[in-house]
């Protein structure tokens, strides 16, 4: 295929697949789309590692890297040390975590130090989300022949915009508004990935089927041509043509790749997704601080009970989901049927079309089959002109 998003990225079919495993990021690129690997948990050292492996199994095909720096959190800019980041956690919450596993039959006791261990690991990481580590891990990545860096969440850092612009590598920004796209473009971003409500992870409300036109036509209305790539639930290459048809030049994709052969999801949530529908998410603020879109459990049923505590801002209120999720995870493939009934990951209302176990490459396949019957049906539908 040919268009603009092919021509910048260097690809043969407009699909990006947003993904945390490398063996997914290396797969879709393989099979002619783009992988973009999700690196906000990673140190530059784990970076280094990841994007080693990346190189040696993508057969020389571009990939990209997602990471997050947003615009508000808790303690953005400021270096503060891991105790003083774990202190400021009300016990209050951390309390509440422990009474939604007791009820389903967790040994909080015989797990509380696993948990605390990898809250302690985890703080880590929001020097990620505070731009303490974005200049480090921008140094790793550009080190690596990356063809696409992304910010998640906000305006990009100025210096991601400038090492971007100094190797050549296009920049792409998250956006759920039309006025998030137009501050993006003014700001010097290349790509716009137009977020709809129905996606999984961070998201805002509006959908995907009306934010697309109203994106592409507020851009045009600026006289800008900067390429858009749809995302939100997106999950067949009949929902990409739909897309395209409004004007996007792609689409940028997460959820449908967490079912995949390759994909390391827990193999108990990845069961629960399999047989889930699209009313089996909900959004909600409990796992990051900001509106995420996540698989229905009691976990999630308990956040948005009443008297539950108020999620905390980003990214304290990971410091308090996070831990007890991972080991939760780790628990449910053993014989805790409390734990298995918890278990929960971030994934969007496409769910309820992830229906069939498959390769990576077999979904691009798929995708690219989907979207050329979606051309041809709406070829046929018009007839000789």
């Not at 990006?16 to 530059?44: E, L, T, Y």
């Not at 605390?116 to 080190?143: C, H, K, P, W, Y």
């Not at 308990?302 to 628990?331: C, I, N």
Request: charged share 20%; hydrophobic share 40%.
């Amino acid at each position: 295929m040919t268009n603009k998003i092919c021509d910048m990225l260097g690809i043969e079919f407009p699909l990006i697949a947003f993904s945390h495993c490398r063996d997914v990021v290396a797969a879709v690129s393989r099979a002619g789309g783009m992988g973009v690997f999700g690196g906000v948990n990673c140190s530059p050292e784990t970076l280094e590692e990841e994007l080693s492996w990346i190189d040696d199994h993508v057969d020389g095909k571009p990939y990209g890297l997602d990471i997050i720096v947003p615009n508000k959190v808790e303690g953005k800019g400021e270096q503060l040390d891991p105790e003083t980041v774990l202190a400021s956690i009300p016990e209050g919450h951390k309390q509440f975590t422990n009474e939604i596993l007791q009820r389903h039959g967790v040994d909080v006791g015989r797990i509380s130090g696993d948990i605390e261990a990898v809250r302690r690991e985890q703080v880590a990481s929001t020097e990620n989300l505070r731009g303490g580590t974005a200049a480090a891990i921008l140094d790793v990545a550009f080190r690596h022949p990356i063809g696409l860096v992304a910010n998640a969440l906000g305006v990009p850092p100025p210096v991601m915009l400038e090492m971007g612009k100094q190797h050549g590598v296009p920049v792409a920004a998250l956006i759920g508004t039309k006025e998030h796209a137009m501050n993006q473009v003014a700001a010097g971003v290349d790509i716009i990935v137009a977020v709809g409500g129905e996606a999984g992870g961070h998201t805002g409300e509006i959908s995907t089927m009306v934010l697309i036109p109203e994106v592409c036509n507020a851009l045009a209305a600026m006289g800008d041509d900067t390429p858009v790539l749809a995302a939100g639930g997106i999950a067949t290459g009949t929902q990409m043509a739909a897309a395209m048809s409004m004007g996007a030049s792609g689409v940028w994709c997460g959820s449908v790749w967490l079912t995949t052969v390759e994909a390391e999801t827990n193999p108990v949530v990845k069961e629960k997704m399999l047989a889930a529908s699209s009313r089996d998410t909900v959004r909600a603020r409990s796992r990051t601080g900001k509106p995420s879109r996540q698989l229905r459990s009691p976990w999630t049923d308990a956040w948005q009970a009443e008297g539950a505590p108020t999620p905390l801002p980003m990214p304290l209120q990971s410091l308090v989901a996070e831990p007890p999720l991972r080991v939760l995870d780790k628990l449910s493939q053993g014989d805790s049927q409390g734990a298995k009934d918890l278990a929960t990951y971030w994934v969007g209302q496409g769910v309820g079309l992830m229906n069939e176990q498959m390769t990576a490459g077999q979904v691009v396949q798929g995708f690219k089959e989907d979207f050329l019957a979606a051309y041809e049906r709406l070829a046929a539908n018009l007839g000789e002109l």
